[in-house]
């Protein structure tokens, strides 16, 4: 549910990072890109899927503007990758 991705976000808005798979949500909400744009959290956008190679209109985000990065296209591991970033693993 849209509402509540926006309310975690703004819940966790003080930590240090959040990992975001906002789904089909990433192609058609502002209201979520506005909620990453308004918190202090490092935010990393991830997909399991590379989105560049499906369906020309899965290539935009609305998020990605405002995410400190973007992981695609790695299956589950795209959130391990995620989680290396924001916990300074090398």
Known sequence: VEGEIINELHRNKDNDGVVLNAGGFTHTSVAIADAVAAIKA????????NIYARESFRSKSYISIYASGVISGFGLKSYDLA?????GIK
């Open 42 to 49: 490092k935010v990393i956008e991830v997909h399991i899927s």
């Open 83 to 87: 989680l290396e970033f924001l916990l």
